[in-house]
């Protein structure tokens, strides 16, 4: 069996709190997971689920109470890990004094590239991010969604192997948002490994080969985005345009939007169904199988939590 | 020691663009304004007021730019988050931070410089010679520079496991009893118990003696510095200096980032 890319053995964190700081809240309980070589794994979970907790772990940002990981199988602890690795994190901030490519160069350096070497990979990157004509710009000057595409650009100067990115997306617009999909897929093609948290499931759905779900500090589940929410579909959809006054039995089941009409029906009932359609002269737009979403399936799982959260509380009372 | 050399360049030019340097501005100026004004009111002395009055601007601009800014040097990149990305890096934490303490000890010593240069000029403006006694204001500067990178150190290590604020506090309250460490050690025939005399003298060994970093009064009035102590008090700073970095290094190698 080869080594996984990230391997995680049961991380515990807690945030201390309160006046002296004795109060001790878990944010991550015993996490154990692994990422194989050359997968896309998304990190699911709401906000304050310990996604960010996770990776800042995995960066040494923060220590562990208890557990460990390794990363290409070198423990976390050895710093040289990180010439193999890359890290976005959330809601990256810059030095502001700094230009685009004065930044890439400067972090580059602790890579040991040479300057003709650095010089191209900046050149290169800037161009890849769309922030080429902007690289003379002090960063300070640069939008949320500029910062994050050079957050993006230091990740993976260094052709790193496994790629970390903690809410990739975040601040970034539809058209931002692609560019970062495209990247993600480019480096799923070169072979490396990419973790990446975000709330944002449809994401996931499209990107991910496998998934972690996390919800208030534990881990909920593991699988592809397929095996999380379950293959058995929930029936069919057909959505179609008639001309009006036909007399369409379909038409008391089905929802109007405009001109167009959305009907449900279980999977055996839909060739019936388009017999009809096509007596009465209808057109027929598009015929989708209804499946539970992975958001319906995370929700669920928040669901769950909370209602466990409020049963503790009530017995507590 | 390359990855210290290239946080430390960073801090420099990070200096340099946040207009740390501007200070100069007003050294010159200070400058300026005391040698027209000694030339006319201070009849023989005019050398040792501009003297006295340039090394204490040097010491004193060179003071609130090691404790504000080494202060910062830590704390602002755990505020601001930028650190994130720079220890995602194949960098130890202890590279980081003596980058950091180098970076601005680089920015003291060019600052300092300019400042010595405009105090030499200044000089020579109200004597129109220089002559060889001038050198010792050399010695004075280059100890003032060991007592800024001592402050920096201070300044670093408690920016690392305390506020800001409380850093800034901390480490002028240190300096203040450091001027006066020498003193606290002489101290005789105050009436307090053995007990509260031992524990004082205990306590003045372990603040850092500032006493011997300032020859200002001795340079004004043309007096020489004698070799031993400069070396002495170069040991004195490099060791010290050192202890308090590698306590810095070993807090800020556990610290949880936000």
């Keep these: 069996m080869s080594t996984p890319a990230i391997e995680i053995e049961h991380l515990s964190k807690?945030?201390?709190?309160?006046?002296?700081?004795?109060?001790?809240?878990?944010?991550?309980?015993?996490?154990?997971?692994?990422?194989?070589?050359?997968?896309?794994?998304?990190?699911?979970?709401?906000?304050?689920?310990?996604?960010?907790?996770?990776?800042?772990?995995?960066?040494?940002?923060?220590?562990?109470?208890?557990?460990?990981?390794?990363?290409?199988?070198?423990?976390?602890?050895?710093?040289?890990?990180?010439?193999?690795?890359?890290?976005?994190?959330?809601?990256?901030?810059?030095?502001?004094?700094?230009?685009?490519?004065?930044l890439l160069d400067y972090f580059a350096r602790f890579h040991g590239l040479t300057a003709a070497d650095r010089q191209t990979r900046v050149q290169n990157m800037l161009k890849k991010v769309g922030l080429e004509t902007a690289k003379k710009i002090q960063?300070?000057?640069?939008?949320?969604?500029?910062?994050?595409?050079?957050?993006?650009?230091?990740?993976?100067?260094?052709d790193p192997q496994v790629v970390i990115l903690d809410e990739p997306m975040s601040g970034l617009d539809p058209l931002g948002r692609r560019e970062v999909r495209d990247i993600i897929l480019e480096l799923k093609k070169e072979g490396r490994t990419v973790l990446f948290s975000t709330h944002i499931l449809s994401d996931a759905e499209m990107l991910c080969d496998r998934v972690g779900v996390i919800v208030g500090g534990k881990l909920r589940g593991v699988g592809t985005p397929g095996e999380m929410v379950g293959i058995k579909t929930q029936g069919m959809e057909i959505l179609f345009e008639v001309t009006e006054g036909k007399n369409l039995p379909l038409l008391a089941k089905a929802t109007r939007t405009g001109e167009r009409y959305r009907v449900h029906m279980p999977e055996e009932e839909l060739y019936g169904a388009i017999e009809q359609l096509r007596a009465a002269g209808a057109r027929i737009l598009a015929v989708t199988q209804i499946k539970p979403t992975l958001e319906e399936f995370f929700m669920n799982l928040v669901e769950e939590d909370r209602a466990q959260a409020n049963a503790v509380e009530v017995s507590g009372k | 020691m390359k990855n210290v050399w290239t946080v430390a360049a960073n801090t420099f030019r990070e200096a340099v663009r946040d207009r740390v340097l501007y200070?100069?501005?007003?050294?010159?100026?200070?400058?300026?304004?005391?040698?027209?004004?000694?030339?006319?009111?201070?009849?023989?002395?005019?050398?040792?007021?501009?003297?006295?009055?340039?090394?204490?601007?040097?010491?004193?601009?060179?003071?609130f730019i090691a404790v504000f800014i080494g202060v910062g040097l830590v704390s602002k990149e755990m505020d601001k988050r930028t650190l994130y990305a720079l220890l995602a890096k194949p960098v130890e934490r202890w590279e980081f931070l003596l980058g950091k303490f180098c970076g601005l000890v680089m920015t003291l010593t060019?600052?300092?410089?300019?400042?010595?240069?405009?105090?030499?000029?200044?000089?020579?403006?109200?004597?129109?010679?220089?002559?060889?006694?001038?050198?010792?204001?050399?010695?004075?500067?280059?100890?003032?520079?060991?007592?800024?990178?001592?402050?920096?150190?201070?300044?670093?290590?408690?920016?690392?496991?305390?506020?800001?604020?409380?850093?800034?506090?901390?480490?002028?309250?240190?300096?203040?009893?450091?001027?006066?460490?020498?003193?606290?050690?002489?101290?005789?025939?105050?009436?307090?118990?053995?007990?509260?005399m031992r524990l004082m003298r205990g306590i003045s060994y372990l603040l850092p003696n500032f006493e011997n970093f300032n020859v200002m009064g001795a340079v004004a009035h043309g007096r020489g510095v004698p070799g031993g102590l400069v070396g002495q008090t170069t040991l004195y700073a490099v060791v010290y200096g050192a202890v308090v970095l590698a306590a810095a290094a070993a807090i800020f190698s556990r610290r949880n980032l936000k």
């Design chain 1, 139 to 158: 960063l300070r000057k640069y939008s949320k969604g500029m910062l994050q595409r050079v957050g993006l650009a230091q990740a993976i100067l260094h």
């Design chain 2, 110 to 196: 060019v600052n300092t410089t300019a400042m010595a240069a405009g105090l030499y000029l200044a000089l020579w403006t109200v004597k129109h010679t220089l002559e060889r006694s001038d050198a010792w204001i050399l010695v004075a500067v280059y100890l003032i520079l060991l007592k800024l990178a001592l402050i920096v150190a201070l300044a670093l290590l408690f920016s690392c496991f305390t506020t800001p604020f409380l850093a800034i506090l901390f480490t002028s309250a240190i300096y203040v009893a450091g001027v006066f460490a020498g003193d606290l050690r002489r101290v005789q025939g105050v009436d307090i118990n053995a007990g509260a």
């Design chain 1, 14 to 102: 807690e945030y201390p709190y309160g006046f002296l700081n004795l109060k001790k809240k878990k944010s991550l309980e015993d996490l154990s997971m692994r990422v194989d070589t050359g997968e896309v794994f998304g990190f699911l979970g709401p906000n304050g689920a310990g996604k960010s907790t996770t990776i800042k772990l995995l960066m040494r940002l923060i220590f562990p109470e208890r557990g460990t990981a390794r990363i290409l199988g070198k423990s976390i602890d050895d710093v040289s890990m990180h010439r193999e690795t890359g890290y976005l994190p959330e809601q990256p901030y810059f030095y502001d004094y700094l230009t685009a490519g004065e």
């Design chain 2, 23 to 63: 200070n100069l501005v007003f050294f010159a100026l200070l400058m300026m304004g005391t040698a027209i004004l000694v030339g006319q009111i201070s009849i023989g002395i005019e050398e040792s007021v501009i003297v006295s009055l340039g090394l204490t601007a040097i010491s004193v601009i060179g003071l």
